[in-house]
């Protein structure tokens, strides 16, 4: 069930001016930072707290351009730009381009001087809750072991070292921010003051309100009906791909939402066996990403006794 993970070399590059318009035409500028994830650490938080001092996607917060609909071409891209961009960062918070090859070579042809932002955390507990959250909109209909083997996105999304690696062979590691979510979590305001710096953001202070994290997966449910829930979902993507993202963040603030969201059985507690045998898989990753943030891991590289929660 759980394969072996690939490695790649790392090379370094030397520091480049901080980007400024698009090489690919002189209008509006594509995004100079990109928070790439992966998913489920923070990036719903980060977001919120970004999105009053930079330029972000609005109303939808993950385009899926650069790995999924590249072919739709950068009109459509920039269109979700609405606010004007002057003497303003331009940045995505996008997680799943984080294991998307594809997204990675996309954005450094068309963007080379972006600066990238990874996260890490936990990995049991990141995949855990990434399957949550798939699992309670729809996206999967398998229990968490079938999703496993089925949704190649939670293990290669997991390949931590793997993945960072790459992006900091693509973009060098001047323009490569990694960072842990226990130090989100902890610190949030050191922690942002840490990516602002490395944006060029001028720092700014959280408010108490903001000191809460976003989207927290822990009470989520299965679906009342999951083709209703898978439905809903697919109808969301049909008119977020023709820009009427308007529509579908109206829907997420009304009643409707209960209706096609939750409403059904807690989910299953993860099995010790199954933590254990995570855990193992994913400690080659671990130990790797500790030399390469120079930093120990811990609690990553084996359950602690009271840390078997409900999945996600």
């Known amino acids: 069930m759980l394969k072996q993970l690939r490695k790649s070399p790392?090379?370094?590059?030397?520091?480049?001016?901080?980007?400024?318009r698009s090489p690919v035409d002189s209008g509006k500028p594509l995004p100079s930072f990109f928070v790439v994830g992966p998913p489920r650490t923070g990036t719903s938080w980060l977001h919120d707290v970004l999105s009053q001092h930079t330029v972000l996607p609005y109303p939808t917060k993950e385009t899926r351009f650069f790995d999924k609909h590249f072919d739709r071409g950068f009109d459509w891209y920039r269109a979700h730009y609405s606010v004007s961009t002057e003497n303003r960062r331009v940045g995505e918070v996008a997680p799943t381009y984080f294991a998307s090859n594809l997204a990675r070579e996309r954005i450094a042809e068309r963007v080379p001087a972006a600066r990238v932002i990874c996260i890490f955390r936990n990995p049991v507990d990141r995949l855990a809750s990434l399957y949550r959250v798939k699992r309670a909109y729809g996206m999967i209909p398998w229990n968490f072991e079938e999703a496993i083997v089925r949704d190649s996105e939670l293990l290669e999304s997991s390949k931590y070292s793997t993945n960072l690696k790459a992006w900091l062979q693509t973009f060098g590691r001047e323009r490569v921010l990694a960072t842990v979510y226990d130090d989100l979590r902890d610190e949030p305001q050191a922690y942002l003051d840490r990516v602002a710096d490395f944006i060029d953001l001028p720092r700014f202070?959280?408010?108490?309100?903001?000191?809460?994290?976003?989207?927290?997966?822990?009470?989520?449910?299965?679906?009342?009906?999951?083709?209703?829930?898978?439905?809903?979902?697919?109808?969301?993507?049909?008119?977020?791909?023709?820009?009427?993202?308007?529509?579908?963040?109206?829907?997420?603030?009304?009643?409707?939402?209960?209706?096609?969201?939750?409403?059904?059985?807690?989910?299953?507690?993860?099995?010790?066996?199954?933590?254990?045998?995570?855990?193992?898989?994913?400690?080659?990753?671990?130990?790797?990403?500790?030399?390469?943030?120079?930093?120990?891991?811990?609690?990553?590289?084996?359950?602690?006794?009271?840390?078997?929660?409900?999945?996600?």
Not at 10 to 20: C, D, L, N, T, V
């Open 205 to 312: 202070e959280l408010s108490a309100s903001q000191m809460a994290p976003v989207f927290a997966s822990e009470t989520m449910t299965l679906p009342r009906n999951y083709y209703r829930t898978r439905s809903a979902l697919m109808m969301a993507e049909w008119l977020k791909q023709r820009q009427l993202d308007t529509v579908v963040a109206a829907v997420k603030k009304s009643p409707l939402l209960k209706f096609v969201l939750g409403g059904g059985p807690p989910f299953a507690e993860l099995s010790c066996d199954l933590s254990l045998k995570l855990h193992d898989h994913f400690r080659p990753e671990v130990e790797e990403l500790e030399t390469l943030l120079q930093r120990e891991l811990p609690a990553w590289k084996s359950p602690a006794p009271s840390s078997l929660s409900k999945i996600a």
């Open 10 to 20: 790392i090379s370094g590059s030397e520091r480049a001016p901080f980007p400024g």
